[in-house]
């Protein structure tokens, strides 16, 4: 069955610092989603992308961050300079356009900044 | 409350009988999806019910959905010990477009073998 990928599972950084982190979506999805979860908190949506543009995205989602699908396979989120609270369970999602409009969703990349 | 409150916060029973979730949100939705997350992994998706559907059934799984009173319900019948999880509601407004979802807190489900 096809599946989102996130790489790395967990990644450890140091405050300032830049982190990519690299999704590959389901092949024939057409939207993708980036999303956090800090620990023992609800999932908060932070941006959406269709048609290599951002469509969405929440008050989360500030200058530090940003998006990109850079060869047509992966979907990429990039915080410029870290902070502690970044620290979180970062979810990358897809979706093919249709009427059933499930998100597929990652196993997540755990950010630890320190 | 805010969008997509769940309750109970945590809800433990024996393996075997029903679990119930409940789930109640503010804005006007297209959808409203359920997701199943175990300690520490990814987002599994369960079942989508829309805004125009009343109940759907997915195996030992049933969403009800009120649209009137803004809620929906969750039941796990005939509990196993592998139900335990953290169980989230996600409701897509109806704006349109590539909307994200939102998340409520989560019901934490612990099955007592």
């Known amino acids: 069955e096809p599946e989102v990928t996130q790489t790395p599972s967990h990644q450890v950084t140091q405050m300032g610092q830049e982190v990519i982190l690299r999704c590959v979506p389901i092949?024939?999805?057409?939207?993708f989603y980036w999303y956090r979860q800090i620990l023992g908190q609800k999932v908060e949506f932070l941006v959406s992308?269709?048609?290599?543009?951002?469509?969405?995205k929440s008050e989360i989602f500030d200058d530090q961050f940003s998006v990109e699908r850079p060869d047509g396979s992966n979907f990429t989120l990039k915080i410029r300079s870290t902070k502690l609270e970044d620290s979180a369970m970062y979810f990358c999602?897809?979706?093919?356009?249709?009427?059933?409009?499930?998100?597929?969703f990652g196993a997540g990349t755990r950010l630890s900044v320190l | 409350s805010q969008q997509g409150e769940e309750d109970p916060q945590a809800l433990s029973i024996q393996e075997g009988e029903n679990a119930t979730m409940n789930c109640s949100y503010k804005?006007?939705?297209?959808?409203l999806q359920w997701y199943r997350q175990n300690s520490g992994r990814g987002l599994v998706h369960l079942i989508l019910?829309?805004?125009?559907?009343r109940e759907k059934h997915s195996g030992r799984l049933r969403v009800t959905l009120d649209t009137s009173k803004k809620s929906s319900s969750l039941l796990i019948t005939a509990s196993r010990a592998a139900d335990t999880a953290s169980y989230f509601c996600?409701?897509?407004?109806?704006?349109?477009?590539?909307?994200?979802?939102?998340f409520g807190k989560g019901t934490h489900l612990i099955i007592q073998p």
């Open positions: 992308f269709y048609n290599n543009e951002i469509s969405e």
């Open positions: 999602a897809s979706l093919l356009r249709g009427p059933l409009n499930i998100q597929y």
């Open positions: 092949s024939n999805h057409l939207y």
């Open positions: 804005t006007s939705i297209n959808n």
């Open positions: 019910i829309r805004s125009n559907e």
């Open positions: 996600a409701t897509k407004g109806s704006g349109g477009g590539a909307d994200g979802l939102t």
